[in-house]
T-cell receptor
Framework: AQSVTQLDSHVSVSEGTPVLLRCNYS??????LFWYVQHPNKGLQLLLK??????LVKGINGFEAEFKKSETSFHLTKPSAHMSDAAEYFC???????????FGKGTTLSVSS | DTEVTQTPKHLVMGMTNKKSLKCEQH?????MYWYKQKAKKPPELMFV???????INESVPSRFSPECPNSSLLNLHLHALQPEDSALYLC????????????????FGPGTRLTVL
């Protein structure tokens, strides 16, 4: 069965410093992977997705993620954090049939000034 | 326009009430979803509708009853809920149920915050 594991439940950074949110996946097939962001009391917004094209995926708001098959990882990065990046981030994999999404437990990103 | 709208934004109901949550999208999507999200947890899939037919029911109690009257609308009828059903209910839509392809993406609404007293 496919699954994702977010390695950190909480990450704290200072404004202007790099962001790294870690995600490992487990899948018996070539997975489709996503990062979604959820700001407090809001719905989920798609940041980026990987579907077996380029391994380095660029998303919105300066975020990017790199698919590394050898490490079964799909870590999310941003060169410079902004206060508005403070939110909950979910790493997500589509099931093999493509009919549903499977969510990781989430990582809370805090950004201090 | 990649917008999914949900009404109401907030709902407070008693355990004997009957209420409905509504979700609408005008992107021409043919798949729609209901999720339940408890505080500090990831969303949990409840139902999937594909081409207006229920395709996935994740063993949700019968006090939750989904309805898809047309391709743009998705309702969730609530009856005899329990306090533990209090949560954020998220609706989502996608072009089809091919989420593993590069052309399909699931878009989420802002949610309805439900409180059951």
């Amino acid at each position: 069965a496919q699954s994702v594991t977010q390695l950190d439940s909480h990450v704290s950074v200072s404004e202007g410093t790099p962001v790294l949110l870690r995600c490992n996946y487990s899948s018996s097939y070539s997975p489709s992977l996503f990062w979604y962001v959820q700001h407090p009391n809001k719905g989920l917004q798609l940041l980026l997705k990987y579907t077996s094209a380029a391994t380095l995926v660029k998303g919105i708001n300066g975020f990017e993620a790199e698919f590394k098959k050898s490490e079964t990882s799909f870590h999310l990065t941003k060169p410079s954090a902004h206060m508005s990046d403070a939110a909950e981030y979910f790493c997500v994999v589509a099931n093999q049939a493509g009919t549903a999404l499977i969510f990781g437990k989430g990582t809370t990103l805090s950004v201090s000034s | 326009d990649t917008e999914v709208t949900q009404t109401p934004k907030h709902l407070v109901m008693g355990m004997t009430n009957k209420k409905s949550l509504k979700c609408e999208q005008h992107m021409g999507h043919r798949a729609m979803y209901w999720y339940k999200q408890k505080a500090k947890k990831p969303p949990e899939l409840m139902f999937v509708y594909s081409y207006e037919k229920l395709s996935i029911n994740e063993s949700v109690p019968s006090r939750f009853s989904p309805e898809c009257p047309n391709s743009s609308l998705l309702n969730l009828h609530l009856h005899a809920l329990q306090p533990e059903d209090s949560a954020l209910y998220l609706c989502a839509s996608s072009q089809g149920t091919l989420l593993a392809t590069s052309t399909d993406t699931q878009y989420f609404g802002p949610g309805t915050r439900l409180t059951v007293l």
